[in-house]
């Protein structure tokens, strides 16, 4: 009697074990599932990202024979230094190259012809002469080998991004035009290089010109603003709350907003810096200082959740310490807790840099959207930011573009994964066992 | 004249009269009066929860530290309230320095432990004064054999016992006149307690010591005296010797025993 109770009590467990272990087994299986597909989405955009934008790190140039045409730069004699770099960067560089060109293609005739033609290279390659010409006055009366930048029509060919099956009528490069690169190409004439320019220089309003060292400048300032503002005010608000404050209503609302603050949208920061910052304190638009601002408010409330958050993980046993040792509040707090929950608190820093490097939505409000050639120098320059000028290419129509948004986009994931790389090094670094 | 006339002469270091304490509601002292006379060891036992601890926070106002927490009545250290304005309580604890139950060393380096308190109380005048206060804090407490050819490693890296004798070594060095001891055993190994008791029984030279423990054998080995507390009343105060031996109330004896607690 024993016996049978004890064996079906014995095989209901079995049963019930085994239930358990295949609801283990489920579980397991639909968190890989998950896993998997957001690694393969992840994948899928990497790769998508990659095949567009790797081809913005490479220009194309064609080599062409220019003629320094003495009757066109015209006499220089008994110019100083000065005088003779103005000279240079008033003449008609536009006519020295077409004119090589034309030497080169000497059956090429008529104006419109002459002009397809010039269309090969950028009009960048005029700033290309004149450098040239400035650094070697004796370069004048000379034909000089150059390696002319190709216009973004050319490079877009070149790569394989226009194809030459379609209408002529359809595509950006004509016929002629065509036949004109086959002969370069069969002379060995088209090279393809890296494009050292995206790195440095600004933007411009032709693809083969543009570079983002404009943006990227415009972030670093931003964002140095940023730093600047929200890290000291966001670590003393933590700590205040949390060591210092009474606790009442008042810092549970307090604590409850800041909450709530860190899931308001951006652009409702925006929308706060346009109205403060721009209108009330008349501050300059479009720049690196009202960005960081901005954005400084944005990130407060990342900085201060996690910094009370790291202070909150310091061991009371050490400040008992302190404190029994006869240390004051504020110096248990910057002599023990603070060095403590650091590694906690950089954590949270970066990962709200990271967030505020990589917002557009409360640039926009402030006017930091506009198109600006000029690497900003100061936080009052007009600037513009990284993910600003992603969603400004990515806005061009020209086809050149395409793959200077994936590159720039390239570059920003870059950036970001070196700062969340950033913040994992810190933590293990500095991170403290008690 | 024997022993405990002439201990009954001394002025007593701390006297502690008609001290209540509240968390919030809950009454947790009522009434405590106690004496403790200097250059001795004395015991606080008593079952969990009877307000040991929260008397001996109260002779350095650690208690101050928790907001819900209240206190009436008058506790004097050397004559002084130390509950009134007057008193610094920066240099309350200075002279009343504190162990806790867990060994809680700085994250810092073994000399940065025990300069700590020297330094923010400004005792050593260069660099060299800081040497020395550390050598014969570290020296007294029994620890210097053991850690003199690594003061720059971190104090968290030593054992258990080792660490609890850090933090006396951190506390002694700012030359307290009373040291609390809040269960600096209960976490210990028996080796490394009896190290501790060894220490604890030399530093009764130069200290006033008031150590709360769960170990009877402690209370009895250790202290001159002993206060039972129970339910936030002291019930029986007196020579230790005397409250093991011979109590006069019915539940020390049976607390002592071990019937209960």
């Known amino acids: ?42 994948t899928i955009m990497m790769i998508s990202i990659l095949s ?11 080599k062409f024979d220019i003629y320094m045409d003495p009757e066109i730069i015209g006499s220089t004699d008994g110019y100083d230094e000065t005088e003779y770099r103005d000279h240079i960067a008033q003449i008609n560089h536009s006519t020295l190259i077409r004119n090589s060109l034309k030497i080169k293609f000497s059956d090429v005739k008529g104006r ?9 290279v950028s009009s960048g390659s005029r700033e290309e002469v004149r450098r040239l010409l400035i650094e070697d006055k004796n370069l004048i009366g000379k034909t000089i080998a150059m390696d002319l930048l190709a216009s973004s029509n050319v490079d877009m060919y070149v790569k394989g991004q226009i194809s030459r099956d379609v209408n002529q009528s359809e595509r950006k490069i004509s016929d002629r035009q065509l036949a004109w690169l086959d002969i370069l190409e069969s002379e060995g004439r088209i090279l393809k290089g890296f494009n050292w320019k995206f790195f440095s220089t600004g933007d411009s309003r032709e693809p083969e010109l543009a570079g983002i060292l404009g943006a990227a400048m415009g972030s670093f300032l931003t964002l140095l603003v940023t730093l600047l503002i929200a890290f000291p005010i966001g670590v003393a608000s933590a700590l205040y709350l949390e060591e210092f404050a009474p606790h009442n209503k008042w810092t549970d609302l307090i604590e409850i907003n800041i909450n709530n603050l860190a899931a308001v949208p951006s652009i409702i920061f925006g929308l706060l810096g ?20 901005t954005l400084a408010l944005m990130t407060l409330p990342t900085i201060i959740i996690s910094s009370r958050a790291a202070i909150r993980a310091v061991p009371p046993s050490i400040r008992d ?28 820093t970066i990962i709200g840099m990271a967030q505020a490097l990589g917002e557009t939505a409360p640039l926009l409000m402030i006017g930091m959207v506009a198109f600006i050639v000029d690497v900003p120098q100061g936080v009052l320059d007009a600037a513009t930011a990284l993910p600003v000028q992603i969603f400004l290419w990515a806005d061009s129509p020209e086809r050149g573009f395409m793959e200077k948004t994936s590159a720039a986009i390239i570059v920003l994931l870059v950036f970001l994964i070196m700062m969340n790389g950033l913040a994992i090094w810190v933590r293990h670094k500095f991170e403290k066992r008690w | 004249m024997d022993k405990t006339t002439v201990q009954e002469l001394i002025q007593p270091t701390i006297k502690a009269r008609n001290v209540d304490v509240y968390y919030g509601e809950t009454h947790a002292l009522m009434g405590i009066d106690l004496d403790i006379a200097p250059k001795t060891v004395t015991a606080l036992i008593g079952p969990s929860g009877c307000g040991k601890s929260t008397f001996l926070r109260c002779i350095n106002r650690m208690n101050d530290t928790i907001p819900s927490c209240r206190m009436t009545g008058k506790i004097t250290l050397d004559g002084e309230d130390i509950y009134s304005k ?15 139950q867990k060994a809680n060393p700085f994250p810092k380096s073994i000399y940065d432990n025990v300069a700590y308190g020297p330094r923010i109380h400004g005792l050593a005048a260069d660099d060299k004064d800081l040497d020395e206060i550390v050598f014969s804090s570290l020296q007294r407490s029994g620890l ?11 104090g968290t890296a030593l054992s258990g016992g080792q660490q609890q004798r850090l933090c006396i070594a951190r506390t ?21 307690t009896a190290i501790i008791e060894e220490l604890i029984a030399d530093l009764k030279e130069r200290f006033t010591i008031v150590i709360v423990t769960h170990s009877m054998q402690q209370a009895a080995r250790l202290s001159q005296k002993t206060a039972f507390f129970h339910l936030g009343k002291i019930l029986e105060f007196g020579d230790t010797s005397e409250i093991f031996t011979n109590p006069r109330v019915e539940k020390t004896k049976d607390y002592i025993t071990g019937r209960y607690g």
Request: net charge positive; glycine share 8%.
């Open chain 2, 144 to 154: 210097w054999n053991e850690v003199k050819d690594r003061l720059d490693k971190s």
């Open chain 1, 321 to 348: 310490a302190a404190i029994g040792m006869g240390a004051s509040n504020l110096q248990a707090q910057f002599h023990h807790v603070l060095p403590l929950s650091m590694p906690g608190i950089m954590t949270g």
């Open chain 1, 274 to 293: 346009l109205a403060i910052f721009l209108n009330v304190f008349n501050m300059p638009r479009s720049a690196p200082l009202v960005g960081g601002l």
């Open chain 2, 172 to 192: 002694i060095a700012v030359n307290p006149e009373v040291i609390l001891m809040d269960e600096p055993c209960s976490a210990l190994d028996p080796i490394a």
């Open chain 1, 52 to 62: 567009t934008g790797l081809s913005g790190f490479s220009e194309t140039r064609i």
């Open chain 1, 112 to 120: 419109r012809d002459v002009f397809n033609l010039q269309k090969l």
């Open chain 1, 1 to 42: 009697m024993t016996d049978l109770k004890q064996n079906t009590a014995s095989l209901k467990s079995q049963a019930r074990l085994k239930k358990r272990y295949r609801k283990e087994r489920l579980f397991k299986a639909i968190g890989l599932s998950g896993l998997l597909s957001g690694l393969l989405a992840l």
């Open chain 2, 86 to 100: 007057n008193i610094d309580v920066v240099q309350l604890r200075a002279k009343v320095g504190m162990v806790f």
